[in-house]
């Protein structure tokens, strides 16, 4: 075989699961951050020491990145991105759930997966460089392959620029509406008469009942945490539930 054509798919793409459920909007934004910027050939490749994993020490001997595995860092860094929950930093997949899906998987004549490509990415470079920290996972299998957690550092943010200040942003704010979101979703105890007699006023007059409501029913502070909006959307959500409720009683 030429050497040229050594490499099974020089030119790996990561290609997402169709119909799967839609990422966050810091996740969509981190992706379109990598994929505008040569991850390979970040600075960071140059500078960064390597280190051995397991002992701390540096790795005088090490490999950098030759085209092909440049060319697999590109499509691996878009898929741990895609799976990545950013609370925990934690790789939701898999190294063959990534090395399939970024095309770096082969089959033998005889019908055997490798994932060796993207394992060697992850153990000789990402790792090494610190872009990552891999854990093993205790498993009852017998066999003698043990997977790995992957979890994302800061660093490997850095590769596209996105600084930690920023993902402390996102998750702050992210919290905070997980927070007014739980508060707004609590359920309000309305008895079925009152229900009737709410739903017997026009929806202005209505909806201001429902506010005394929940006035009284939600603390000061749960109340300046929901906020004007919150309150508003609230409003709209119980007027609705009791209006369906009361059709489906008078079916």
Do not use: W
């Not at 898999?94 to 089959?107: A, F, P, R, V």
């Not at 596209?160 to 998750?171: D, T």
């Not at 309305?190 to 201001?208: H, Y």
Request: aromatic share 10%; net charge positive; with cysteine.
């Amino acid at each position: 075989m030429p050497r040229k054509n050594y490499i099974y798919n020089s030119k790996p793409v990561f290609n997402p699961p169709k119909n799967d459920k839609k990422r966050s909007n810091f996740i969509n934004y981190a992706m379109k951050k990598a994929s505008e910027i040569d991850v390979a050939r970040s600075i960071l490749n140059h500078t960064l020491l390597a280190i051995d994993p397991k002992t701390g020490n540096i790795l005088p001997r090490f490999r950098r990145l030759n085209e092909h595995r440049a060319c697999a860092m590109r499509a691996m860094v878009l898929a741990m991105l895609y799976y990545c929950n950013i609370e925990s930093n934690l790789v939701e997949a898999s190294i063959e759930k990534l090395s399939d899906q970024c095309g770096l998987s082969t089959i033998s004549k005889i019908g055997n997966k490798s994932i060796t490509r993207a394992s060697r990415l992850i153990n000789e470079f990402l790792e090494p460089m610190g872009f990552i920290k891999c854990k093993r996972e205790k498993t009852k299998s017998s066999s003698n392959y043990t997977p790995k957690k992957i979890f994302l550092t800061p660093i490997f943010f850095m590769l596209f620029h996105i600084s930690q200040s920023k993902i402390n942003k996102y998750l702050f704010d992210y919290q905070k509406n997980s927070e007014i979101l739980k508060i707004i979703e609590k359920k309000i105890f309305i008895s079925f008469s009152d229900v009737k007699l709410i739903l017997r006023l026009d929806e202005k007059l209505a909806k201001n009942k429902i506010l005394n409501v929940l006035i009284s029913y939600y603390t000061a502070n749960e109340l300046t945490c929901i906020g004007p909006e919150g309150l508003k959307k609230k409003i709209d959500i119980e007027y609705n539930n009791l209006l369906n409720l009361y059709i489906k009683n008078n079916k």
